[in-house]
Protein backbone atom coordinates (compact mmCIF):
# COMPACT_ATOMS: atom_id res chain seq x y z
CA UNK A 1 0.00 0.00 0.00
CA UNK A 2 1.25 3.42 -0.66
CA UNK A 3 1.46 6.41 2.19
CA UNK A 4 -0.96 8.15 0.41
CA UNK A 5 -3.62 5.00 0.26
CA UNK A 6 -3.51 5.06 4.26
CA UNK A 7 -4.91 8.45 4.24
CA UNK A 8 -7.50 7.85 1.47
CA UNK A 9 -6.08 8.29 -1.80
CA UNK A 10 -8.38 6.76 -4.10
CA UNK A 11 -8.42 9.60 -6.71
CA UNK A 12 -7.82 8.60 -10.49
CA UNK A 13 -5.90 11.20 -11.69
CA UNK A 14 -3.13 10.66 -14.20
CA UNK A 15 0.20 11.86 -14.17
CA UNK A 16 0.84 12.70 -10.41
CA UNK A 17 3.80 12.90 -8.40
CA UNK A 18 3.29 10.94 -5.27
CA UNK A 19 5.97 12.97 -3.47
CA UNK A 20 3.59 16.20 -4.25
CA UNK A 21 0.28 14.90 -3.13
CA UNK A 22 -1.01 15.65 0.59
CA UNK A 23 -4.35 15.70 2.23
CA UNK A 24 -5.76 18.95 4.19
CA UNK A 25 -6.48 17.66 7.60
CA UNK A 26 -6.89 21.29 9.60
CA UNK A 27 -7.50 24.47 8.37
CA UNK A 28 -6.22 27.47 10.33
CA UNK A 29 -6.67 31.21 9.95
CA UNK A 30 -3.88 31.35 7.27
CA UNK A 31 -2.40 28.41 7.27
CA UNK A 32 -3.19 24.36 6.31
CA UNK A 33 -1.99 21.60 8.29
CA UNK A 34 -1.45 18.84 5.67
CA UNK A 35 -0.44 15.06 5.54
CA UNK A 36 1.41 12.90 3.13
CA UNK A 37 0.93 9.65 4.72
CA UNK A 38 4.20 9.84 6.93
CA UNK A 39 4.38 13.41 7.34
CA UNK A 40 2.39 16.62 8.90
CA UNK A 41 3.45 19.85 7.11
CA UNK A 42 1.94 23.54 7.85
CA UNK A 43 1.60 24.84 4.36
CA UNK A 44 0.30 27.94 2.67
CA UNK A 45 -1.14 29.31 -0.22
CA UNK A 46 1.35 29.97 -3.34
CA UNK A 47 1.03 33.67 -5.37
CA UNK A 48 0.03 31.92 -8.37
CA UNK A 49 -3.09 30.07 -6.29
CA UNK A 50 -4.28 32.71 -4.18
CA UNK A 51 -4.35 34.79 -7.84
CA UNK A 52 -6.48 32.80 -9.09
CA UNK A 53 -9.16 32.10 -6.53
CA UNK A 54 -12.30 33.49 -8.07
CA UNK A 55 -14.68 32.45 -4.68
CA UNK A 56 -15.01 30.86 -1.59
CA UNK A 57 -14.88 27.39 -2.75
CA UNK A 58 -11.91 28.16 -4.31
CA UNK A 59 -9.88 27.53 -1.04
CA UNK A 60 -8.54 24.38 0.31
CA UNK A 61 -11.17 22.66 2.68
CA UNK A 62 -10.64 19.68 5.21
CA UNK A 63 -10.08 16.29 2.88
CA UNK A 64 -8.89 18.47 -0.22
CA UNK A 65 -5.76 16.73 -1.59
CA UNK A 66 -3.37 19.20 -2.83
CA UNK A 67 -0.71 19.50 -4.73
CA UNK A 68 2.29 20.73 -2.85
CA UNK A 69 5.90 21.67 -2.74
CA UNK A 70 7.53 20.17 0.53
CA UNK A 71 10.08 21.85 2.67
CA UNK A 72 10.87 18.62 4.40
CA UNK A 73 13.55 19.81 7.09
CA UNK A 74 11.23 22.10 8.05
CA UNK A 75 7.61 20.50 7.92
CA UNK A 76 6.38 23.20 5.95
CA UNK A 77 5.29 23.24 2.80
CA UNK A 78 3.31 25.63 -0.52
CA UNK A 79 0.10 24.51 -1.71
CA UNK A 80 0.07 25.19 -5.88
CA UNK A 81 -3.26 23.59 -6.36
CA UNK A 82 -6.28 21.60 -5.46
CA UNK A 83 -7.49 18.05 -6.63
CA UNK A 84 -10.54 17.77 -8.29
CA UNK A 85 -13.05 17.15 -5.03
CA UNK A 86 -14.96 13.68 -5.64
CA UNK A 87 -17.57 15.09 -3.29
CA UNK A 88 -18.25 18.76 -1.40
CA UNK A 89 -20.69 19.73 1.51
CA UNK A 90 -21.02 22.94 1.22
CA UNK A 91 -23.72 25.26 3.01
CA UNK A 92 -24.28 29.11 3.12
CA UNK A 93 -21.93 30.75 5.32
CA UNK A 94 -23.46 32.16 8.24
CA UNK A 95 -24.06 35.78 7.98
CA UNK A 96 -26.32 37.67 6.00
CA UNK A 97 -23.62 37.72 2.77
CA UNK A 98 -24.04 35.49 -0.35
CA UNK A 99 -21.73 33.01 0.35
CA UNK A 100 -20.62 29.62 0.24
CA UNK A 101 -18.54 27.61 2.77
CA UNK A 102 -17.22 24.17 2.28
CA UNK A 103 -18.03 21.66 5.52
CA UNK A 104 -15.39 18.71 4.33
CA UNK A 105 -14.31 17.96 0.99
CA UNK A 106 -13.78 14.03 -0.40
CA UNK A 107 -15.64 12.11 1.87
CA UNK A 108 -17.79 8.80 0.97
CA UNK A 109 -19.56 8.84 4.02
CA UNK A 110 -21.60 11.93 5.69
CA UNK A 111 -23.05 10.59 9.17
CA UNK A 112 -25.99 13.06 10.31
CA UNK A 113 -25.41 12.93 13.69
CA UNK A 114 -28.97 13.72 16.11
CA UNK A 115 -29.20 12.86 19.74
CA UNK A 116 -32.04 10.66 21.31
CA UNK A 117 -32.42 12.55 23.99
CA UNK A 118 -33.03 16.07 22.35
CA UNK A 119 -36.30 16.91 20.18
CA UNK A 120 -35.74 15.68 17.11
CA UNK A 121 -36.47 18.10 13.84
CA UNK A 122 -37.46 16.15 11.12
CA UNK A 123 -37.57 18.99 9.00
CA UNK A 124 -34.00 20.04 10.01
CA UNK A 125 -32.94 16.35 9.03
CA UNK A 126 -34.25 16.53 5.84
CA UNK A 127 -31.64 19.50 4.89
CA UNK A 128 -28.79 17.58 6.04
CA UNK A 129 -30.16 14.75 3.71
CA UNK A 130 -30.68 17.05 0.99
CA UNK A 131 -27.55 18.48 1.61
CA UNK A 132 -25.64 15.27 1.57
CA UNK A 133 -27.03 13.81 -1.65
CA UNK A 134 -25.74 17.06 -3.17
CA UNK A 135 -22.89 16.58 -2.07
CA UNK A 136 -22.11 13.15 -3.89
CA UNK A 137 -21.39 11.21 -0.61
CA UNK A 138 -24.31 9.46 0.90
CA UNK A 139 -25.35 9.67 4.04
CA UNK A 140 -26.10 7.41 7.17
CA UNK A 141 -28.34 8.84 10.14
CA UNK A 142 -26.24 8.40 13.72
CA UNK A 143 -28.77 9.10 16.84
CA UNK A 144 -26.96 9.26 19.73
CA UNK A 145 -27.36 9.04 23.51
CA UNK A 146 -28.73 5.79 23.04
CA UNK A 147 -28.33 4.98 26.94
CA UNK A 148 -30.52 7.88 27.93
CA UNK A 149 -33.16 5.95 26.09
CA UNK A 150 -35.41 3.22 26.66
CA UNK A 151 -36.17 0.74 23.55
CA UNK A 152 -39.50 1.54 22.86
CA UNK A 153 -38.73 5.19 23.00
CA UNK A 154 -35.85 4.64 20.75
CA UNK A 155 -38.17 2.27 18.57
CA UNK A 156 -40.52 5.13 17.78
CA UNK A 157 -37.93 7.79 17.25
CA UNK A 158 -36.58 5.57 14.48
CA UNK A 159 -40.37 4.96 12.63
CA UNK A 160 -40.33 8.81 12.81
CA UNK A 161 -36.72 9.14 11.14
CA UNK A 162 -37.58 6.10 8.33
CA UNK A 163 -40.19 8.24 6.86
CA UNK A 164 -37.79 11.43 5.81
CA UNK A 165 -34.57 8.93 5.43
CA UNK A 166 -35.87 7.30 2.95
CA UNK A 167 -33.26 4.17 2.30
CA UNK A 168 -31.36 5.88 4.72
CA UNK A 169 -29.33 3.45 7.19
CA UNK A 170 -30.23 4.51 10.86
CA UNK A 171 -27.49 3.69 14.10
CA UNK A 172 -28.78 4.29 16.79
CA UNK A 173 -25.22 4.75 19.45
CA UNK A 174 -23.77 5.39 22.81
CA UNK A 175 -20.48 6.53 23.84
CA UNK A 176 -21.43 5.16 27.12
CA UNK A 177 -21.91 1.97 26.56
CA UNK A 178 -20.24 1.64 23.30
CA UNK A 179 -23.41 0.30 21.89
CA UNK A 180 -23.67 0.83 18.05
CA UNK A 181 -20.15 1.43 17.62
CA UNK A 182 -19.49 -1.97 15.67
CA UNK A 183 -22.26 -1.24 13.70
CA UNK A 184 -21.45 2.21 12.27
CA UNK A 185 -17.53 1.13 11.24
CA UNK A 186 -19.52 -1.19 8.89
CA UNK A 187 -19.97 2.22 7.15
CA UNK A 188 -16.55 3.49 7.74
CA UNK A 189 -14.10 0.15 6.25
CA UNK A 190 -10.53 0.73 6.06
CA UNK A 191 -9.39 3.48 3.14
CA UNK A 192 -12.70 5.29 3.28
CA UNK A 193 -13.64 9.41 4.53
CA UNK A 194 -16.54 9.99 6.70
CA UNK A 195 -17.72 12.89 8.37
CA UNK A 196 -19.30 13.88 11.03
CA UNK A 197 -22.53 16.61 11.04
CA UNK A 198 -24.88 18.09 13.38
CA UNK A 199 -25.82 20.48 15.68
CA UNK A 200 -24.11 21.68 18.33
CA UNK A 201 -23.87 19.32 21.49
CA UNK A 202 -25.27 16.11 19.78
CA UNK A 203 -21.93 14.17 20.48
CA UNK A 204 -19.55 14.55 17.50
CA UNK A 205 -16.38 15.19 19.46
CA UNK A 206 -17.04 12.48 21.90
CA UNK A 207 -17.74 9.86 18.88
CA UNK A 208 -14.25 10.58 17.55
CA UNK A 209 -12.65 10.24 20.86
CA UNK A 210 -14.99 6.94 21.36
CA UNK A 211 -13.17 5.67 17.62
CA UNK A 212 -10.38 6.31 18.46
CA UNK A 213 -9.87 5.15 22.03
CA UNK A 214 -8.35 8.05 22.85
CA UNK A 215 -8.90 12.17 23.86
CA UNK A 216 -8.28 13.53 20.92
CA UNK A 217 -11.40 16.13 20.34
CA UNK A 218 -12.13 18.67 23.26
CA UNK A 219 -15.90 17.87 24.18
CA UNK A 220 -18.50 20.24 26.10
CA UNK A 221 -17.33 18.90 29.53
CA UNK A 222 -14.00 19.72 29.32
CA UNK A 223 -12.60 22.53 27.94
CA UNK A 224 -8.90 22.30 27.56
CA UNK A 225 -7.21 25.57 27.12
CA UNK A 226 -3.35 26.47 26.80
CA UNK A 227 -1.62 28.93 28.22
CA UNK A 228 -1.99 31.52 25.52
CA UNK A 229 -5.89 31.07 26.57
CA UNK A 230 -6.51 29.43 23.26
CA UNK A 231 -8.61 26.02 22.52
CA UNK A 232 -6.18 23.72 22.57
CA UNK A 233 -7.78 21.95 19.07
CA UNK A 234 -8.77 22.57 16.02
CA UNK A 235 -12.34 21.60 15.79
CA UNK A 236 -12.85 21.16 12.01
CA UNK A 237 -10.36 17.97 11.82
CA UNK A 238 -9.66 14.81 9.79
CA UNK A 239 -8.56 11.89 12.15
CA UNK A 240 -7.15 8.26 11.02
CA UNK A 241 -9.05 5.45 12.90
CA UNK A 242 -7.38 2.66 13.83
CA UNK A 243 -9.82 0.30 11.47
CA UNK A 244 -7.15 2.49 8.49
CA UNK A 245 -10.81 5.10 7.83
CA UNK A 246 -10.62 8.19 7.83
CA UNK A 247 -12.91 10.78 9.97
CA UNK A 248 -13.61 14.47 9.67
CA UNK A 249 -15.32 16.06 12.61
CA UNK A 250 -17.00 19.37 12.63
CA UNK A 251 -18.11 22.22 14.77
CA UNK A 252 -21.56 22.15 15.46
CA UNK A 253 -23.79 24.19 13.04
CA UNK A 254 -26.66 25.97 14.69
CA UNK A 255 -28.95 26.21 10.97
CA UNK A 256 -27.92 24.83 8.22
CA UNK A 257 -28.80 27.24 5.67
CA UNK A 258 -28.98 25.42 1.99
CA UNK A 259 -26.45 26.61 -0.54
CA UNK A 260 -27.41 24.48 -3.34
CA UNK A 261 -29.61 21.61 -3.99
CA UNK A 262 -31.64 21.19 -6.90
CA UNK A 263 -30.34 18.02 -8.45
CA UNK A 264 -30.82 15.95 -4.94
CA UNK A 265 -34.85 17.53 -4.30
CA UNK A 266 -35.55 14.05 -6.19
CA UNK A 267 -33.70 11.36 -3.64
CA UNK A 268 -34.12 13.31 -0.45
CA UNK A 269 -38.13 13.06 -1.48
CA UNK A 270 -38.40 10.10 -3.34
CA UNK A 271 -41.39 9.29 -1.78
CA UNK A 272 -43.48 12.59 -2.89
CA UNK A 273 -41.97 12.47 -6.25
CA UNK A 274 -43.62 8.59 -6.60
CA UNK A 275 -46.86 10.15 -5.84
CA UNK A 276 -46.38 13.66 -8.11
CA UNK A 277 -46.07 11.07 -10.90
CA UNK A 278 -49.13 9.19 -9.86
CA UNK A 279 -51.34 11.96 -10.26
CA UNK A 280 -52.92 12.13 -13.09
CA UNK A 281 -53.01 15.61 -13.95
CA UNK A 282 -50.04 16.45 -15.93
CA UNK A 283 -50.15 20.35 -15.09
CA UNK A 284 -51.07 19.77 -11.31
CA UNK A 285 -49.50 21.95 -8.46
CA UNK A 286 -50.87 19.55 -6.11
CA UNK A 287 -52.32 22.01 -4.01
CA UNK A 288 -56.29 21.74 -3.94
CA UNK A 289 -57.14 20.32 -7.52
CA UNK A 290 -59.93 17.79 -6.46
CA UNK A 291 -58.88 14.18 -7.30
CA UNK A 292 -54.72 15.25 -6.92
CA UNK A 293 -52.87 12.22 -5.94
CA UNK A 294 -50.73 14.04 -3.82
CA UNK A 295 -53.53 15.72 -1.79
CA UNK A 296 -55.18 12.04 -1.46
CA UNK A 297 -52.42 10.98 0.02
CA UNK A 298 -52.09 13.55 2.91
CA UNK A 299 -55.91 13.00 3.22
CA UNK A 300 -55.49 9.29 4.01
CA UNK A 301 -52.14 9.66 5.81
CA UNK A 302 -49.52 7.84 3.43
CA UNK A 303 -47.88 11.13 3.67
CA UNK A 304 -47.44 13.45 6.11
CA UNK A 305 -48.48 17.59 5.29
CA UNK A 306 -45.49 18.74 7.21
CA UNK A 307 -43.57 16.39 4.57
CA UNK A 308 -45.17 17.54 1.71
CA UNK A 309 -45.04 21.77 2.94
CA UNK A 310 -41.66 20.98 3.93
CA UNK A 311 -40.66 19.93 0.32
CA UNK A 312 -42.12 22.75 -1.10
CA UNK A 313 -40.36 24.98 1.00
CA UNK A 314 -37.21 23.69 0.22
CA UNK A 315 -37.72 24.36 -3.22
CA UNK A 316 -38.78 28.05 -3.06
CA UNK A 317 -35.95 28.52 -0.84
CA UNK A 318 -33.18 26.85 -3.32
CA UNK A 319 -34.80 28.68 -5.81
CA UNK A 320 -34.55 32.21 -4.57
CA UNK A 321 -30.52 30.57 -3.61
CA UNK A 322 -30.45 30.96 -6.64
CA UNK A 323 -31.51 33.81 -7.91
CA UNK A 324 -29.09 35.87 -5.15
CA UNK A 325 -26.44 33.82 -6.73
CA UNK A 326 -27.08 34.45 -9.68
CA UNK A 327 -27.44 38.19 -8.84
CA UNK A 328 -24.57 38.29 -7.42
CA UNK A 329 -22.37 36.91 -10.32
CA UNK A 330 -23.55 39.25 -12.39
CA UNK A 331 -22.14 42.39 -10.03
CA UNK A 332 -18.89 40.57 -9.89
CA UNK A 333 -18.59 40.10 -13.80
CA UNK A 334 -19.75 44.38 -14.16
CA UNK A 335 -17.08 45.09 -11.64
CA UNK A 336 -14.59 43.33 -13.09
CA UNK A 337 -15.64 44.60 -16.63
CA UNK A 338 -15.32 48.04 -14.56
CA UNK A 339 -11.94 47.59 -13.34
CA UNK A 340 -10.42 46.28 -16.25
CA UNK A 341 -11.86 49.30 -18.52
CA UNK A 342 -10.82 51.83 -16.10
CA UNK A 343 -7.65 50.36 -15.99
CA UNK A 344 -7.49 50.44 -20.08
CA UNK A 345 -8.52 54.14 -19.85
CA UNK A 346 -5.67 54.99 -17.11
CA UNK A 347 -3.09 53.33 -19.60
CA UNK A 348 -4.12 55.49 -22.65
CA UNK A 349 -4.27 58.61 -21.43
CA UNK A 350 -0.70 58.17 -19.73
CA UNK A 351 0.27 57.02 -22.85
CA UNK A 352 -0.95 60.12 -24.38
CA UNK A 353 1.37 62.22 -22.09
CA UNK A 354 4.23 60.77 -23.76
N1 LIG B 1 -25.25 10.12 27.86
C1 LIG B 1 -24.50 10.36 26.80
N2 LIG B 1 -23.85 11.54 26.70
C2 LIG B 1 -23.08 11.75 25.60
C3 LIG B 1 -22.96 10.78 24.57
N3 LIG B 1 -22.16 11.29 23.60
C4 LIG B 1 -21.80 12.53 24.01
N4 LIG B 1 -22.35 12.82 25.21
C5 LIG B 1 -22.20 14.08 25.96
O1 LIG B 1 -22.78 15.14 25.20
C6 LIG B 1 -22.08 16.36 25.42
C7 LIG B 1 -21.70 17.01 24.10
O2 LIG B 1 -20.76 16.19 23.43
P1 LIG B 1 -19.74 16.74 22.33
O3 LIG B 1 -19.02 15.55 21.82
O4 LIG B 1 -18.95 17.88 22.84
O5 LIG B 1 -20.76 17.28 21.22
P2 LIG B 1 -20.43 17.86 19.77
O6 LIG B 1 -21.47 17.34 18.86
O7 LIG B 1 -19.02 17.60 19.39
O8 LIG B 1 -20.66 19.43 19.99
P3 LIG B 1 -19.97 20.64 19.19
O9 LIG B 1 -18.51 20.42 19.27
O10 LIG B 1 -20.44 21.87 19.90
O11 LIG B 1 -20.48 20.57 17.78
C8 LIG B 1 -20.89 16.00 26.29
O12 LIG B 1 -21.19 16.34 27.63
C9 LIG B 1 -20.76 14.50 26.14
O13 LIG B 1 -20.19 13.88 27.25
C10 LIG B 1 -23.66 9.53 24.71
O14 LIG B 1 -23.64 8.63 23.86
N5 LIG B 1 -24.41 9.38 25.85
ZN1 LIG C 1 -51.70 16.58 -8.19
Not at 121 to 139: D, H, K, V
Request: proline share 3%; charged share 30%.
Amino acid sequence: MNKLETIGWDQSVQDIDEDKIARVIAVQKNSYRILDGEMEYFSHLSGKFLNQVVSSLDYPAVGDWVEVQKLVDEQKAVVNRILPRKSQFVRQAAGTRTEAQIVAANMDTVFIVNSLNHDLNLRRMERYILSTYESGATPVIILTKRDECAQDEIDTIIAQVEEVAIGVPIIPLSNITKEGIEELLTYLPAGKTGALLGSSGVGKSTLVNTLIGDKVQETKDVRTVDSRGRHTTTHREMFRLPNGSLLIDTPGMRELQLWEGETAIDATFQDVEVLENECKFTDCQHDTEPGCRVQEAIANGELSDERFKSYLKLQRELAYERRKQDQKAQLEEKNRWKKISKMQHTQSKFRKKR
